[in-house]
């Protein structure tokens, strides 16, 4: 039923200085200003690449003010897109999962993830990206059981676990899954991540918030190029892996970007860890032989 990770919702407290650090920083550009009623939110609406950021503000009480008051501001939820938003309404009471209609969107029940993931649905849309990157292509969602998790979620969204790709870091204290969307065309998915370290980073959040969303992950045609802005405005940022074709990963810390671990990589280097490495290393060598030319 998904298609794309089509976007991510961000609460802030002030909403014209997020709209300024999403445009400094990824080149976002605004493409409206509205109320998210069910949220009690207003809600600026940003693109960068093809993607969006919803950046939402509270007016009054309800989910957004309390996720501002207590963590001031972060990931507070995720979109998905998909191809016809009556057949995915019609699947998710089929599965007796509750939701809300507004404004042509799908607001799920945060209760119905089981594991701290709010998400809305939206129609899929083809956009001319703009900006410093392509997409967002990934949520991370740290949870307690990362097989309950992908299970619930594969009959919430009618996933097909034969497109799955187990993951595994030592490094990162974690082990899981990633619920492949569109394999092979795009990288789209949900990592569901359980934590194998508590003393991590990673380890340390779950063990704050628990279940919850955790970061997300962009693709870009030049991860070297997004280091430069980053250096530009003083933003704190983590290179994290370089090969014969440059800069090809690198993370965002949260006290750059509105209180989001943002994870960045170039376009194909995400196959290294998502079930094509050979994909990924004929992709860096014919970006270094470019470079050649």
Known sequence: MLKRVDRVQIAVADL???EKTAAGIFGAELIGRDAAEPLGARRSTMQAGSSLF???APTGAGPVKEFVDRWTSGLFGVGFSVEDLDAAARHLQAEAIRFDRAAGQLY???AESGFGMRVILSAHRERAPVGAIKWIYETTNVVRDWRAAAARYTRMFGLDPANFVPIESKEFGYAGTLTMFDAPARLDRIEISQITDPAGAMGRFHGKRGDSLYMFFVETDDADALAKRLEARGARFAPQRR???????????PTAFLGVLVGVSRTEHAWT???DIERARRAAAARARAGEL
């Open 273 to 275: 860890w998502s079930g």
């Open 243 to 253: 090969d014969q074709a440059g800069l090809a990963e690198l993370f965002i810390h």
């Open 54 to 56: 919803e950046l939402l």
């Open 16 to 18: 014209d200085g997020a």
């Open 108 to 110: 799920l029940d945060p």
